[in-house]
C-alpha cells in the first residue's frame, strides 16, 4: 500500500516550457486535490476533483490544468511555466468522508519541487 | 468561512508537555477543527479533529470550549521528532474551504 505518490520529485524548467506533475493514490477514494506551498506559507488549493470524470477550480487555480484520468490518477498540467509557479506541489486524497474515512481527514504525497527560470 | 489564528512559533525543551492554541472566533455550527503536523520536506499529516469538548488519540490530544472560539493542540512529553509545522483547519468539509494558513513551528530543543 504505497499511499499517494507524485513524479517527479524534482524538476527545473525554463520560462515558458510545459511539464505534467502526476499523481496516484492506491486507497480508493473518490476525492483528489493539488495544492501548492511557498515558502513559509501554508498550502493552497489549485484545483480538486470529487470522483472520476470531474474537476473544479480551488482558490488559485490559473496558469494550471488538471486532468482526472480514472479514479487512482489526477495529473496537474502546466502548460506554459512562469517564474511565479516555482513552488512544492502537493497531491492528496480522501477528506469526503466516504470509504470509513474522517471528513477533512487527507493523505498527501511526498511532494513535487518545482523551480522555473 | 471561519478564519484561525495561531502563534507563529514556539520552542520547547523534550520531555515537556506543549499546548498550541488556535482562536476562530467565527466558527459556524457545522464546522470541525481539524489539527495537521508538517515535518520538513514532507507533505502534512492529519493529526486529530473534533467538534467540542476533549479528543484524545495517540498522538496528541484537543480541547475545545463549550464556545467553541478556540481550541487547543496539546502534545504530551514532546521529542525531537516533533519538530514541525502545526496548522489549525475550522471547516465543513467542503473542498473550496480547505485552507491551511502559515500555522505555528514548532521547534523542540534537546
Known amino acids: 500500500n504505497a499511499g499517494v505518490t507524485q513524479t517527479p520529485k524534482f524538476q527545473v524548467l525554463k520560462t515558458g516550457q510545459s511539464m505534467t506533475l502526476q499523481c496516484a493514490q492506491d486507497m480508493n477514494h473518490n476525492s483528489m486535490y493539488w495544492y501548492r506551498q511557498d515558502p513559509g506559507m501554508g498550502l493552497r488549493l489549485i484545483y480538486y476533483?470529487?470522483?472520476?470524470?470531474?474537476?473544479d477550480k480551488g482558490e488559485v487555480p490559473n496558469g494550471y490544468n488538471v486532468s482526472r484520468l480514472n479514479k487512482r490518477e489526477f495529473s496537474l498540467r502546466l502548460e506554459s511555466a512562469a517564474p511565479s509557479q516555482t513552488s512544492v506541489y502537493f497531491c492528496?486524497?480522501?477528506?469526503?468522508?466516504?470509504?470509513?474515512?474522517?471528513?477533512?481527514?487527507?493523505?498527501f504525497g511526498p511532494g513535487t519541487r518545482l523551480t522555473v527560470l | 468561512l471561519a478564519k484561525t489564528t495561531q502563534p507563529i512559533s514556539m520552542d520547547s525543551y523534550e520531555g515537556q508537555e506543549v499546548n498550541i492554541t488556535c482562536s476562530h472566533n467565527?466558527?459556524?455550527?457545522?464546522?470541525?477543527i481539524t489539527w495537521y503536523q508538517q515535518f520538513p520536506s514532507q507533505g502534512p499529516r492529519f493529526i486529530i479533529q473534533g467538534y467540542k469538548t476533549k479528543v484524545t488519540n495517540e498522538v496528541a490530544s484537543l480541547f475545545i470550549p463549550a464556545d467553541r472560539k478556540s481550541s487547543t493542540l496539546s502534545l504530551p512529553r514532546v521529542s525531537l521528532s516533533d519538530t514541525a509545522v502545526y496548522y489549525c483547519l475550522v471547516f465543513s468539509g467542503g473542498y473550496n474551504k480547505l485552507i491551511f494558513g502559515a500555522g505555528t513551528r514548532l521547534a523542540v530543543h534537546p
Open positions: 467565527n466558527i459556524a455550527t457545522n464546522d470541525y
Open positions: 492528496a486524497s480522501g477528506g469526503d468522508g466516504t470509504g470509513g474515512i474522517r471528513y477533512n481527514e487527507q493523505f
Open positions: 476533483s470529487a470522483s472520476e470524470g470531474t474537476t
